[in-house]
């Protein structure tokens, strides 16, 4: 920790917190690109104190959070979120431009379970599990009837609706300049399925497993409000339904945890709201839609050199989960996948290019992670998913290119190769192609499918959901 940094810590602290006598210690636990977060430890007259620090970047002259509001609205919103008796941390000071580290706040620090694959599989909240979904419901309901031009929070968050979110989301996807006709296909059907005005409320934006702290007793916290927004509410409760945050649960719809009809139960008898099953199943698809937009542009930051990273190349891979989500809301049905048992040694050069990555993601899986802690493990299993990933499109590539090839010459009419096929398609979707059209949804079925079996055969989407 730089003497500097240490040196201004601790004068916040000693004039912020009551009774502080020492600072023990401060490790910083994130360092995006353009937050960090840390976890301090004081001694107060009344003991030991954990608290945490969000702050920008010291390069980072703005002030915006990763979801372009400031860190000054994100504390503010913990503030008010707080006072209307939603989960969360106490603020404890908001960072000012004397105290010198930048753009940022100090909270409580609680402690809880917010990794949602534990959170959907730990024996220790297996009592409580039956029971998040109402909780969510409810707090949800307390979120979206909070007076928000009471509080004041215009003034600090966009105001959005559904039409605007659709077309950003597809716009930031057209600039990418890569075709993925089931991208064009889903932003079809949304600009076609536009929700009925509703009342402006406060939307949390990224209310999902994942973003709640659960302990045996239940939510004790909300976090990450970052994404914040006023528009439709319904737009977090779909969210929270969107397979990608199940974490492999997917028999159960609500983070994988909860039953749909407690989610709703809750939310009504906090809200007051009824919401109908077409209005949810919207926000449902384009958060699935948003995903699989969102993980391209995470890829293609990470090609620029922007933001250079093992794990952004692995989850632009993940686009193709998204995308199955939206065929099965949409477009379910059969499909085709590679025998289970095909041969990775297929062909007569000793070793195959498939077995030679093979023994390098097991290396990497069975030697190299054990040995390893923290982010180093982590990376190393990245590292050894990318190898299978590629394993993967060795083995199958090319059969799956050569199905999708023939489809579109018969769906097109048209004969050239595959980009260029696919970028028909696109256009003709673009265009107006009816989504009706004779062939069109089985092969996007079968084309998406093909793909996931190359990136993630084990996700669930692949079973049908």
């Not at 949800?140 to 609706?161: K, M, N, S, V």
């Not at 077309?167 to 076609?192: C, F, Q, S």
């Not at 083995?395 to 028909?424: H, K």
Request: proline share 6%; hydrophobic share 40%.
């Amino acid at each position: 920790m730089p003497g500097d940094f240490e040196h201004k810590l601790q004068a916040v602290l000693s004039r912020e917190i009551p009774g502080f006598k020492a600072l023990l210690s401060c490790t910083q636990l994130t360092a995006g690109a353009s937050q960090e977060t840390y976890r301090i430890t004081v001694v107060t007259d009344s003991g030991k104190l954990l608290l945490a620090l969000r702050r920008s970047q010291p390069t980072n002259t703005a002030e915006s959070g990763v979801g372009g509001i400031s860190l000054a609205a994100e504390a503010k919103l913990f503030q008010v979120a707080g006072a209307a008796g939603i989960p969360g941390p106490q603020v404890l000071h908001i960072l000012q431009p004397d105290d010198g580290l930048g753009a940022g706040f100090m909270m409580e620090w609680l402690e809880g379970e917010t990794l949602g694959q534990r959170i959907v599989r730990s024996e220790d909240l297996a009592d409580i599990r039956p029971k998040l979904a109402r909780q969510c419901g409810e707090i949800l309901g307390r979120i979206h009837t909070l007076d928000w031009q009471r509080a004041g929070l215009q003034e600090h968050l966009p105001t959005i609706d559904p039409a605007t979110l659709v077309d950003e989301t597809w716009a930031g996807y057209r600039d990418l300049n890569v075709p993925v006709p089931m991208i064009d296909y889903t932003w079809r059907w949304l600009k076609d399925n536009l929700p009925e005005a509703s009342p402006v409320r406060l939307v949390h934006g990224d209310f999902r497993n994942g973003n709640l702290m659960v302990t045996p007793e239940g939510i004790n916290a909300v976090l990450d409000w970052e994404l914040a927004q006023l528009g439709d509410p319904v737009r977090d409760l779909g969210w929270l339904c969107v397979n990608s945050w199940r974490f492999g649960n997917s028999a159960l719809p609500v983070g994988g945890f909860g039953e749909l009809d407690d989610l709703l139960a809750g939310y009504r008898e906090s809200s007051g709201d009824d919401v109908s099953q077409e209005h949810l199943e919207f926000w449902q698809v384009f958060g699935s839609f948003w995903w699989s937009v969102t993980t391209l542009q995470m890829a293609d930051a990470w090609r620029s050199g922007e933001t250079p990273s093992l794990e952004r190349p692995v989850i632009g891979r993940r686009s193709s989960e998204a995308q199955m989500d939206c065929v099965n809301l949409l477009i379910p049905g059969d499909v085709e996948l590679p025998e289970a048992d095909q041969a990775i040694s297929a062909g007569t050069q000793l070793p195959m290019p498939a077995e030679l990555l093979q023994g390098a993601a097991q290396f990497l899986k069975q030697d190299v992670a054990d040995k390893l802690e923290g982010s180093d493990r982590f990376l190393a299993r990245v590292a050894a998913n990318s190898l299978e990933i590629a394993q993967r499109e060795f083995l199958y590539g090319a059969e799956f290119a050569g199905r999708e090839r023939q489809r579109l010459e018969i769906l097109l009419a048209e004969q050239a190769d595959l980009d260029a096929l696919r970028w028909r398609l696109v256009n003709r979707l673009r265009d107006g192609l009816p989504p009706d059209t004779p062939g069109l949804a089985e092969h996007l079925r079968q084309t998406v499918a093909g793909q996931l079996a190359i990136d993630q055969p084990k996700y669930s989407a692949l079973k049908g959901g």
